[in-house]
Nanobody
Framework: QVRLEESGGGSVQAGGSLRLSCAAS?????????MGWFRQAPGKKREYVSAITSDGETDYTNAVKGRFTISKDNTKKTMYLQMNSLKPEDTAMYYC???????????????????WGQGTQVTVSS
């Protein structure tokens, strides 16, 4: 059973930084070859943020390009999301995700297509 546990969320002012972590137990990328971050703001659907493959290739949604950096430490089985220049619109619950298939890596599929963590709240004030 894959378990994902996020940490590192908090409250910051606009322009500040946070680093999220996702500890993954019993996950070896499998058929998907990737892991990723999603977020859900109040009243909105969960949306894709970023993904990283087992080879270290990265991808970002346009809204966070140049501000967020995804990375991983295979020895610690941990994925990170460094978030800089945070904006109020980045306020959301952030979720770590392990897709079942590679086509799921960049979102756009039902929640049942992923393993999810419990989420960590990020709040950015103006």
């Amino acid at each position: 059973q894959v378990r994902l546990e996020e940490s590192g969320g908090g409250s910051v002012q606009a322009g500040g930084s946070l680093r999220l972590s996702c500890a993954a137990s019993d996950y070896t990328y499998g058929n998907s070859n990737c892991m990723g971050w999603f977020r859900q703001a109040p009243g909105k659907k969960r949306e894709y943020v970023s993904a990283i493959t087992s080879d270290g290739e990265t991808d970002y949604t346009n809204a966070v390009k140049g501000r967020f950096t995804i990375s991983k430490d295979n020895t610690k089985k941990t994925m990170y999301l460094q978030m800089n220049s945070l904006k109020p619109e980045d306020t959301a619950m952030y979720y770590c995700a392990a897709p079942f298939l590679h086509i799921h890596c960049r979102g756009g599929y039902p929640d049942s297509s992923y393993y999810w963590g419990q989420g960590t709240q990020v709040t950015v004030s103006s």
